[in-house]
């Protein structure tokens, strides 16, 4: 039976320095850390991500989360929090995989079960303790790292068994929520798809409602409780991660990354990147050169 130990060497083992690693196994990534980090604002896509060593704070407006080892986070859609690692020594590094849930495998077995929408407003993102099953998937679907050859056949069995465990357990209501095109969380879901991809347009409230079926009143009502933020805030959270990834990735200056994005004052996106930052963008580039 695999335990968390396990699971941390063979991270380390893929992961050997600090980063974000890809892997070839399609939807899978890996995350270390060495030292404690700064607030990170990120936009999370529909994932389980799981620390098998080491500690974070993930949060979401005025809520914050915290998990370790023990613990797993689920982001059942697009989300902007900010992460912080808190655990981590060059001994004993943050360590932590994330596995994208692909939708169309969700809604296939959720649809093949036939059940009733579970009653209430469940939350967009929650931390809960990992059980076994969970656990032995998840090492199944790292082993595959060391037999590349079977990737393309077992990945996908493991990667539906995941999403199973994660249906029956205490994520369960969440992500089915998420998969309801007639839930709250579903019609917030469409909506941010919607804005994610007019993220360089001017948002007009009424498109994005009516993508979402709901009025523009319940629109903000609810996209504010589940994400923490109003469309057109959340909309500048994605040009803002999509410019620092265009100058830190891509060496795209900051007026041209600026623009990219859907800004028109230089000024203006050098401000509000400062704000969501902490530093002006020629911070980051400098830092990335």
């Known amino acids: 039976m695999a335990d968390v130990f396990e699971l941390a060497q063979m991270v380390a083992r893929h992961a050997p320095q600090p980063g974000i690693f890809e892997t070839l196994v399609p939807g899978l990534s890996l995350i270390r850390a060495d030292t404690p980090g700064l607030p990170m604002p990120t936009v999370y896509e529909p994932s389980l991500c799981l620390i098998v060593q ?5 949060s979401l407006g005025a809520r914050l989360l915290e998990y370790d080892h023990a613990h797993s986070l689920v982001a059942s859609v697009d989300l902007p929090l900010v992460g912080r690692v808190i655990s981590a020594t060059p001994d004993r590094p943050y360590l932590c995989c994330k596995i994208d ?18 009653p209430g407003d469940p939350p967009a993102v929650a931390v809960h303790p990992i059980g076994t099953d969970l656990m032995e998937a998840a090492f199944r679907l790292l082993r595959l790292l060391d037999r590349p050859a079977s ?4 990945a996908p069995l493991v990667q ?10 205490p994520q369960s209501a969440m992500l089915r929520h998420a998969a309801s095109a007639d839930s709250h969380l579903g019609r917030i879901a469409r909506a941010i798809a919607w804005i994610r991809t007019h993220a360089h347009e001017k948002l007009r409230i009424a498109e994005v409602a009516a993508a ?9 009502q609810h996209f504010k409780r ?18 620092r990834h265009l100058m830190t990735a891509r060496g795209i200056n900051a007026c041209s990354a600026g623009f990219a994005v859907g800004y028109d004052s230089p000024s203006q996106f050098s401000r509000e990147y400062r704000r969501l930052f902490g530093a002006p963008p020629r911070t980051d580039i400098a830092g990335a050169a």
């Open 151 to 154: 990737i393309a056949v077992i």
């Open 226 to 243: 589940i994400t923490g933020f109003t469309p057109l805030q959340f909309q500048k959270q994605l040009r803002l991660q999509e410019a």
């Open 160 to 169: 539906r068994e995941i999403l199973y465990h994660l249906l029956h357990g």
């Open 101 to 118: 849930i692909d939708q169309t495998m969700l809604t296939d077995l959720i649809a093949a079960e036939c059940a009733p929408l579970p």
């Open 212 to 220: 979402a079926h709901m009025s523009a009143s319940s629109l903000h």
């Open 54 to 58: 080491g500690a974070k704070t993930v």
